[in-house]
């Protein structure tokens, strides 16, 4: 669903270019057409998305800079994803009454200290299952490291 209408938004900027709109009116409409469908929700769907759906998107993003539609530092859509993902963690972690806020596990109370983590949150034991589709334990695990 999300690649045909990305698809159709290319047909839309290569009728627009066709008559005539300035390419930094281009890039501007580009980002935010189809970055921001890719973007919508990407942290809710990203952790179900195939490499095959990565790669398709990915194609998407480099067909778009080949023809004019964007700007030639526009990031992959696994730094994509990777940024939306880290800007919504970060949201959940600093907000105490966001919803998503009461899924987060028990904060970890250590009496030492063996290094900083970037949360205080315990461990959610991983999965095959949970290793990289659900966003919390994804996030939970990027940012002990």
């Known amino acids: 669903m999300l ?13 627009l270019r066709a008559h005539g709109i300035p390419a930094t ?8 057409t189809v970055v921001s469908r890719i973007q919508y929700a990407a942290p809710a769907w990203s ?8 790669g398709r998107l990915d194609s998407i993003l480099r067909r778009s800079k080949r023809l004019g539609y964007s ?3 526009l990031q992959s859509i696994v730094e ?11 949201r959940i972690k600093i907000n105490s009454s966001h919803v ?3 899924y987060l596990p028990d904060k970890l ?16 034991n991983k999965t095959k299952l949970l290793n990289s589709s659900d966003f919390i334990v994804r996030m939970l695990y990027k940012y002990t490291c």
């Open 3 to 15: 690649l045909s209408s990305c698809s159709n938004l290319l047909y839309t900027m290569r009728v």
């Open 25 to 32: 009116s281009l890039h501007d409409i580009f980002r935010a």
């Open 109 to 124: 109370n250590l009496p030492y200290q063996l290094r900083t983590r970037s949360h205080n949150k315990t461990l959610i």
């Open 80 to 90: 994509l994803f990777n940024s939306a993902d880290d800007d919504f963690f970060n």
């Open 71 to 73: 700007n030639n530092d």
């Open 100 to 102: 998503l806020q009461t």
């Open 47 to 54: 952790g179900m998305c195939s490499s095959a759906d990565r």
